[in-house]
């Protein structure tokens, strides 16, 4: 007994929705009804690899991509109504006009309405280097989209022509970009305008200009996927208020200059675990919220690190203690009271305990402490006398004072004994 056409038009809809499309329009042959149905589908996949023959050959693939391409085409054609809210695209490409093709069906599929874009595009063996999908504009200004799945080395956007069609997607929830071919700062900007984005993974190919790579991530962000292919990348700032439970990082062993200013503590050691050759480190007032309380055991020695700058709230002398151990190349140490952090002592109650053994940094390297709108507090007098005492090639200590918040300055630093001749 057939009981599944009882059922109703929107529920075998939502039925067919889940199947590959090619699947789908096999239903087709049962009665026109299911014609119809097939014809009213809002969700589309396509898979080249539905389209083989089998035998894996070069011909194969090359009649499986055009019996994919003429089915997407018929069916894209043919739709009228109701508008699609899905469209998934597997393939590669080889031949030049099958890219104008690809960007045919972007356009075609494009509505108010698409919730969901997902474009796999790898490059055949016989492929076109250097020709690429460009993904339209428009794409990213569809206020609909939840869902931005970009793949492969086909694949480039272009930054906005004017203005007038630039990035605004306030309902993107899901971005990855596999491979993509664009500006790192068309990539800076795109995620500026991505307010509800949750899950972001970018795995890029992106040349980077001189300045480097400066990301701010989104306030909705849960989950981070991060990759550098760029070429090469040497200088990468990251900001994000917000914490996300899931994150992962991966090669950015050239990156040599870098600014983190996050709220997660795991965020922080995995790009610290990553910068196997970092030279210059700033950790902004939000990861002072977080590391300190990181049993150093956790945070990776950075052998190549030659600048440390800290951003602090109060002078937790011993997460100033735990980075110099952490860095036995260091000659340059900055550290910058931020105002509206100030006072804010994460361990009220902790006091200034002597090392058990002088960091390798200080007693070989260490040539300028610089101290910037310094602001006394608990324990900084024993730190001051420690460093120059086993600061045995220090050249300067410079402490920049702000007089508002610092009336009891304790000019005495300057009898404490020294080691080096400075």
């Known amino acids: 007994m057939d009981r599944i056409s009882d059922l109703p038009d929107s529920i075998l809809l939502h039925i067919l929705s889940f199947l590959p499309t090619k699947t789908a329009f096999f239903t087709t042959v049962l009665s026109r009804r299911w014609t119809h149905l097939c014809h009213d589908l809002q969700h589309f996949d396509f898979n080249q690899i539905q389209f083989h023959n089998g035998n894996q050959t070069c011909s194969d693939f090359s009649s499986s991509r055009k019996r994919l391409f003429a089915i997407v085409n018929w069916i894209l054609s043919r739709h009228k109504a109701p508008p699609i809210r899905t469209f998934r695209l597997t393939c590669d490409l080889a031949l030049f006009d099958e890219y104008t093709t690809v960007e045919w069906f972007i356009r075609k599929v494009l509505g108010p309405n698409l919730q969901e874009l997902n474009l796999n595009l790898q490059l055949s063996i016989f492929g076109l280097p250097d020709r690429k999908v460009v993904i339209p504009n428009s794409v990213f200004s569809c206020a609909s989209l939840v869902t931005l799945r970009l793949n492969g080395g086909n694949v480039t956007f272009l930054s906005p022509s004017s203005s007038s069609c630039g990035y605004r997607l306030p ?42 790579l400066r990301i701010h991530f989104p306030l909705s962000l849960k989950k981070l996927n991060f990759r550098s292919d760029f070429d090469p990348l040497r200088r990468i700032g990251i900001e994000c208020r917000q914490q996300f439970p899931s994150t992962c990082v991966s090669n950015l062993h050239n990156v040599e200059e870098a600014i983190i200013n996050v709220t997660s503590r795991g965020f922080v050691l995995k790009f610290l675990v990553e910068f196997r050759w970092l030279r210059s480190l700033v950790l902004g007032n939000l990861v002072f919220t977080c590391l300190p309380q990181a049993p150093p055991d956790l945070i990776p020695e950075l052998t190549s690190l030659r600048r440390l700058e800290l951003a602090v709230g109060c002078f937790d002398t011993r997460y100033i203690m735990n980075m110099l151990e952490k860095c036995p190349m260091l000659k340059v140490l900055v550290i910058v009271f931020i105002t509206d952090f100030v006072n804010k002592d994460p361990h009220p109650s902790r006091k200034w305990e002597l090392p058990g053994k002088v960091p390798t940094c200080l007693a070989s390297h260490l040539q300028v402490i610089t101290i910037k709108r310094y602001v006394e507090t608990r324990d900084d007098r024993d730190f001051f006398a420690y460093v120059l005492q086993q600061g045995l090639v220090l050249e300067s200590l410079d402490i920049q004072v702000d007089r508002a918040r610092a009336e009891g300055f304790p000019e005495e630093l300057s009898l404490l004994p020294r080691s080096s001749n400075f």
């Open 171 to 212: 309902s993107l929830k899901t971005l990855e970009m596999h491979n993509v071919k664009a500006s790192i700062d068309d990539v800076a900007e795109l995620l500026s305008h991505c307010t509800a984005l949750e899950t972001l993974i970018l795995d890029l190919n992106c040349q980077v200009s001189e300045v480097g």
